[in-house]
């Protein structure tokens, strides 16, 4: 059993599709769908085992963590799978979230595992995944098989995670509202507590890619990178290979000035 989450705000074409796309290519009795609207105008009315509505919005970290909370309390539910509202599963695709929590269980030691998409960052983008995988595949210690490698961090338009690991860690750092960086700041609080992370390559999920946040994007990546720079320290996540471009190029630039 699976606790898929959708959050998000207004989009209802999108989360149509969405909620759509899960009922036709998953079989029933293997998830239950919660869906938290943020505030959107008029509200959320959609097929779904449980549905947390907000009058305002507060974000799509509070919203995350609004859907965590009803998750955690379905004990016969051992996976939470995040997913934004622009996303869709594939039409015929009916193992995907088989294969999706298959993957997940390849490692005990695997907290969160990232589909791969056409529309993200880093290892999650199909384009990168063949890059990503090679080299690893034939990793002796794991006798000869194609391993699946660890990775620094995931992007939570779609992860599955273990709702033991999330019981253990913790809800998303809300001080990164409306959005980005949340889910790569909960990559360090995972790999800190012990837990390993990993993307899904035989899982493949459509993404639209920035339908809440338009224009203010650019700004919300800049402002949160800062105080994810700010929350963990720059020595510490370049150990972690998660030190944002832009935070180096500043402290190169202060460095650089006081001499």
Partial sequence: MVSIIIRGK?????????????????????????????????????????????????????ATNLGLGVALQLKDAPYIL????????????????????????????????GA??????????????????TADWNDESRGGTKANPQVAEFVSFAVLMRRDAIARTGFWDE???PGNYEDTDYAVQLRLAGWEIRVARSVYIHHRGH??????????????????????????????GLLPTQALVQAVKFREGRQ
């Fill in 211 to 240: 339908s809440t946040f338009g224009d203010d994007i650019v700004n919300l990546l800049e402002s949160n990178g800062m105080k994810f720079v700010q929350k963990w320290g720059p020595g510490h996540l370049w150990d972690l």
């Fill in 10 to 62: 207004n989009g209802h074409y999108l989360t149509t599709q969405c909620v759509a796309s899960i009922m036709e290519n998953t079989e029933v009795g293997t998830y239950r769908l919660i869906i938290v609207d943020d505030g959107s105008d008029p509200a959320y009315d959609y097929p779904c085992d449980y549905a947390v509505r907000v009058p305002s919005c507060h974000g799509a970290v509070t």
């Fill in 82 to 113: 995040v997913l934004d509202n622009d996303t869709e599963i594939p039409s015929g695709d009916s193992s995907w979230l088989e294969r999706f929590v298959g993957e997940l269980e390849e490692d005990p030691k695997t907290a969160a595992i």
């Fill in 116 to 133: 791969t998409t056409s529309f993200a960052k880093g290892a999650q983008h199909a384009l990168a995944c063949p890059e990503t995988y």
């Fill in 175 to 177: 001080q990164y509202n």
